[in-house]
């Protein structure tokens, strides 16, 4: 298939990416990539996951993709790969980063599920040149472009000492939300998790925890919507609702000029009716 490369200042989809720690001045990838900013989590976690681990991967990556969430991860063996396909599953929408070039899947043993990926309108995505071989540093430098594609991270099973750990500091970092589920205290692959509660993650144990956070408009029935104080605010409101969440975009559809449109923004913020995700990016509360 066509690989195709583009900075992601040129994608409303990728424009979050741009407000991260050395943010990749391009992106190669094979597929599509959504057009619009839409809600998207990543879901990460050991290689080699327990049955539990296995479990919750599945449930929690096909009950948020159900809803229209993009799920973000690595195409490695284990937790990502169950997470791309629960996600394929309930008819949603995947995307796969890799630490080589997008010409090489890898593992290979991944092959099949890259290509379903493919054929579902989903995207292979990688910062390095077609052609570039995996190499160990770059699986680490790999995870902060999970983390930066997406609104939260889920973390659903990890060893006290974890590669998966660092996708979670470099969320942190980035600002964004990151979700623990819990596990067996006696459980060696459940330490990095239990860890991370700990240490302030939310935990998780259903897909509405994170909905409510990172995408309540998800959950939300038409008739509980918040009401904007001017018609302005109203038609702001149903376009989040919508799922627009690109403040150009917002802007552009609301039809007024950016003065008006900015002050409008900031009332919103300030009563608690929106909250910004960075790099331009907004969503009811």
Known sequence: ?????????????????????????????????????IPTVAIVGSRKP???????????????????????SGLALGVDAIAHRAALDAGGKT??????????????????LAYDVLAHEGAIISEYEPGTEARDFQFLERNR?????SDAIIVTEAAAR?????????????????????GNITSPLSAGCNNLIKQGAHPITCAEDVLEIIAPELLRPQ??????STPLESKIISLLQSGIRDGEELQVLSEVDIVEFSRAITMMEISGTIRALGGNQWTLR
């Open 1 to 37: 298939m066509k690989i195709n490369s583009i900075s992601p200042q040129d994608s409303k989809y990728l424009q979050i990416i741009t407000t991260i720690a050395i943010p990749p001045k391009k992106l190669h990838f094979i597929g599509k990539i959504p057009d619009k900013r």
């Open 50 to 72: 327990t049955a539990y681990g296995k479990e919750v991967t599945y449930q929690l990556a096909f009950d948020i993709a159900k809803r229209g969430v993009v799920i973000v």
């Open 162 to 182: 974890s590669g998966t750990l660092s996708t979670a500091a470099h969320a942190l970092e980035q600002g964004r939300e990151v979700f623990v589920v819990p």
């Open 95 to 112: 995307l796969a980063v890799l630490a080589n070039g997008v010409d090489i899947i890898y593992p290979a043993t991944n092959r099949d």
């Open 223 to 228: 008739s509980l919507l918040p009401l904007g």
């Open 145 to 149: 472009i999970v983390s930066g594609l």
